[in-house]
């Protein structure tokens, strides 16, 4: 029977399970570090029992940081009809890996 966790890293929130890997916005800790995650609700996969935060738990999810790589190119593009406006820019996001290590 896994445990499963929702958690929270840069304004998002991700479901987790031990062990897996998630990339997530970029953090400022270096490769190799443990990270304290922000745990939202933990369950198990039968839905026997489930831990609710208000609004989050006082048990953190522990994970390594993996490595860190840009994303892909996102392309944004502004247009406006009938006066030949036209602008296109775009970004490649910074991201991290983290390896869920304990829930």
């Known amino acids: 029977m896994a445990t499963l966790a929702v958690v929270k890293t840069g304004g998002k929130q991700y479901l987790v ?59 944004v593009a502004h247009f406006k009809a009938k006066v030949r406006y036209r602008k296109v820019r775009g970004f490649r996001p910074f991201l991290t890996t983290l390896k869920i290590v304990k829930i």
Do not use: C, Y
Request: glycine share 6%; net charge negative; aromatic share 2%.
């Open 17 to 75: 399970k031990e062990g897996a890997e998630i990339t997530v916005d970029r953090i400022a800790n270096k490769e190799k570090e443990k990270v304290e995650l922000e745990t939202l609700l933990t369950f198990d996969e039968e839905g026997k029992t489930v831990d609710l935060g208000t609004p989050n738990l006082a048990k953190k999810v522990q994970a390594e940081v993996v490595s860190h790589t840009k994303g892909d190119k996102v392309r």
